[in-house]
């Protein structure tokens, strides 16, 4: 066990990290580079302890993967159970019951009462690959619609899908066809302002695929419900209803990227789950295995069953030990509830940085729901021009402190909080506190 409390050992990065990450230069390559070079030693609930000795408080969750704690004791069980039964058959060769229960307990799960059929992948990129294909095997159409501020992926599919171009795009190309962006209902950065959000950008959009794409020629239009990466963008309410609803009048498939924001993030299931909106075709990934690689693509049975034998798969898809760790962690959210604590630590956190906002004219928005929160930063409040290096500076200061913090946002600016699910009152206003110091001291 790992006392829910931070300490601070050494300095951060320790010496020991600092050792590991010399080797790190020396063998990785710099494309893969790292927010917060402490090595992790181990983890439990909302604290990470690393080689040196130091515990941080863990407000990333290793982007939203680890909603159940770090080191959960059902994940625990059920891995070194499954570990010890067989690791690796490939279900495409033969079968095993827990890649099926996965598909059920993820057809009984996602939106809609509807029938339903699901196939698993590893990661969240080959996943929202696969809803493609499906889209366009399934609707015999091409173009595929994407939005400003989207991230889908590292894949050279789903970079044409993902918008920002440093550092995901950046001399990668070309990227693949019949992708299409069209603008993002982004209420605090909405041209005509937030009260006309909404309509417009539901005009704008569906006029714009009519013009340029035809929506004859347009399989599928794929949205995150808050957008991840993009940084935590909540569409206003209505939106996505609508969308959806003009998406099923012209026979295109209307497909949720839930992979950042499904499995009680949001306080409920699935973000699409507070307005009822029902996609034909939902993605997720990152938070459905407490850790281990997994994903999936959870789609209407008529859609899902066009599909030839053999279409979809691979070697590694639906892995048993990624599966026993992925009902172990769909059980854990039940039983304890995590979508109703993901409400709660909203308010703490809506709480704490509504304090900031009142302090700092450099806070513009404070957004998000459930434990998927963010703050974006701006030099003012009238010009909202994004204030990326003092994002950086605070984001540094955390660091330094012994929280780990995360930012996104296609500007830099944008401050987000990813704690897992079962972290401790404490440990988040712990966590504040760091961030309000941090706050004034890059000032
Ligand atoms: C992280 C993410 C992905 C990509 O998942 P990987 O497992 O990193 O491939 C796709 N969509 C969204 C919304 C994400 O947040």
């Known amino acids: ?62 982007i939203a993967v680890t909603s159940v704690g770090n080191g959960n004791q059902r994940i625990i069980d059920a891995v070194q159970k499954q570990i010890a039964d067989f690791t690796h058959t490939c279900f495409m060769v ?154 099923r009048d012209h026979d295109i498939l209307f497909i949720a990227d839930e992979v950042q924001s499904g499995f009680c993030r949001s306080g409920d299931w699935f973000a699409v789950d507070h307005e009822e909106v029902v996609p034909d075709i939902i993605v997720t990934a990152k938070g459905i295995a407490g850790g281990m690689p997994l994903s999936g693509i959870t789609g209407r049975a008529d859609i899902m069953d066009t599909i030839h034998g053999g279409g979809l798969g691979g070697t590694y898809g639906g892995n048993p030990v990624a599966c026993a760790a992925a009902l172990a962690s769909i059980e854990t959210m039940e039983a304890d509830d995590l979508a109703g604590r993901a409400r709660e630590i909203e308010a703490i956190l809506k709480g704490r940085l509504g304090e900031l906002s009142e302090k700092y004219e450099q806070v513009g928005e404070v957004r998000g729901r459930g434990a998927m929160i963010a703050m974006e930063l701006v030099e003012d409040r009238v010009t909202k021009a994004p204030a990326a290096a003092l994002t950086g500076a605070i984001n540094k200061a955390c660091h330094e402190r012994g929280l780990v913090t995360l930012t996104c946002g296609t500007l830099g600016n944008v401050f987000r909080f990813l704690p897992p699910l079962t972290i401790s009152d404490d440990l988040l206003n712990e966590g504040m506190d760091i961030l309000g110091e941090a706050f004034a001291a890059s000032l």
């Open 94 to 247: 033969t079968p095993y019951e827990e890649y099926v229960e996965v598909c059920e307990e993820l057809n009984k799960r996602t939106p809609g009462s509807h029938e339903k059929r699901t196939a698993l992948f590893n990661s969240g990129a080959e996943a929202v690959e696969n809803a493609v294909k499906v889209a366009r095997h399934y609707t015999g159409k091409d173009a595929i619609v994407a939005f400003d501020h989207a991230y889908h992926g590292r894949t050279n599919l789903t970079l044409a899908m993902t918008a920002k171009n440093m550092p995901y795009k950046h001399k990668f190309g070309p990227f693949a066809s019949e992708l299409y962006r069209v603008p993002m209902a982004y209420p605090y950065r909405w041209p005509g302002g937030e009260k006309h959000c909404e309509a417009e950008a539901f005009s704008y959009i569906t006029d714009q695929i009519h013009a340029q794409i035809g929506e004859e020629n347009t399989a599928a239009v794929i949205i995150e419900p808050i957008q991840g990466e993009g940084g935590f963008i909540v569409p206003p309410p209505g939106f996505l209803p609508a969308l959806a609803q003009w998406c």
């Open 1 to 62: 066990m790992i006392e829910q409390r931070r300490v601070l050992k050494t300095a951060i990065p320790g010496p020991k990290s600092q050792e590991l990450h010399q080797r790190k230069l020396a063998s990785v390559s710099t494309g893969v580079s790292t927010g917060l070079p402490i090595y992790v030693e181990s983890g439990q609930d909302g604290i990470l302890r690393d080689v040196d000795g130091n515990q941080l408080i863990d407000f990333g969750s290793g």
